[in-house]
């Protein structure tokens, strides 16, 4: 079972890339964006303050709404593509998932137990962590993603 655990988190600023991907294109367009959010971060004189994140708006069909970049530190204001966000602050319940990204839905599935027998109601959107570079640690057995979805 996952360890699932609920606390109140501070809001995060945010860079970011905003699109409606097919599922199927995520991992590509992922690949793609978080390199031009680094640059778009570092031309500004801005620095990446955490590993790369996903926010997902609403829940996933054959497309979602998915915004995609890092945390950062010191002042962004967007540039082109690569747009200002924010993370939302406040309760928020938070599960970590090891292993492929094809078994996330199972530990989703975890939160979601978990937060109906807490009587916590899921908020509209939910964010990734993807603690792991899976070119840097090619077993996909060992990868580590943080979930994070508000719930009231």
Avoid: C
Wanted: proline share 9%; glycine share 12%.
């Amino acid at each position: 079972m996952t360890e699932i655990s609920v606390s109140d988190l501070p809001e995060q600023p945010t860079a970011v890339v905003r699109a409606t991907v097919k599922m199927d294109e995520l991992r590509s367009f992922f690949d793609g964006v978080f390199g031009t959010v680094v640059a778009a971060v570092q031309d500004q004189g801005g620095r990446v303050a955490g590993p790369p994140f996903a926010m997902y708006h609403g829940m996933p069909g054959e497309t979602i709404d998915v915004e995609a970049g890092f945390p950062v530190a010191g002042t962004f204001s967007g540039t082109g593509e690569v747009t200002a966000s924010v993370l939302p602050g406040g309760r928020t319940v938070h599960a970590l998932h090891v292993g492929p990204y094809e078994s996330l839905p199972e530990t989703y599935q975890q939160v979601t137990g978990w937060m109906r027998e807490q009587g916590l109601a899921p908020g509209a959107s939910m964010w990734e962590v993807y603690m792991s570079d899976p070119n840097a640690e090619p077993d996909p057995a060992t990868w580590r993603t943080e979930l994070f979805w508000p719930a009231s």
